[in-house]
């Protein structure tokens, strides 16, 4: 295990002083020694939730489902897979990025505004 990290640190190293620094890469996505920043962590948090939003709203609106416990239900939904990212698949301290509001707070206004979007949208074009 320390062999592997000093190999990825070294590699790291090498590159940056190179000037040229890796792109990223999807299996830093489920890494739990993978180090974050605040707005790597961020974005990701973002884009899964955008994600989430369009897929929940696409299949909300084309079942069709309507009322407002399937919003709740996409809040919680939204919610709970932000939280078991962070804190059970990356397993980071979410103290040293603001705490659990902020990491839950991450996208969700874009999110639910996606998701009301898509929802309305697929709902009235395709069953009126």
Known sequence: MRERKSVKFNLQKQEHQNGHLSPF????????????????LGDVLHW??????LVCGLLWGAIPLVGGIWFILFFLLSSGIIYAYYALVLK?????????????????????????????????????
């Open 25 to 40: 890469k999807v299996a830093k996505l489920f890494d739990p020694d993978a180090t974050w920043d605040k707005d790597q």
């Open 48 to 53: 899964i939730r955008q994600s989430l939003a």
């Open 92 to 128: 980071i301290d979410e103290e040293d990025f603001g705490g659990h509001g902020a990491l839950l707070q991450e996208g969700l206004f874009a999110s639910i505004s996606l998701f009301l979007l898509t929802w309305i949208l697929v709902y009235s074009l395709g069953h009126f």
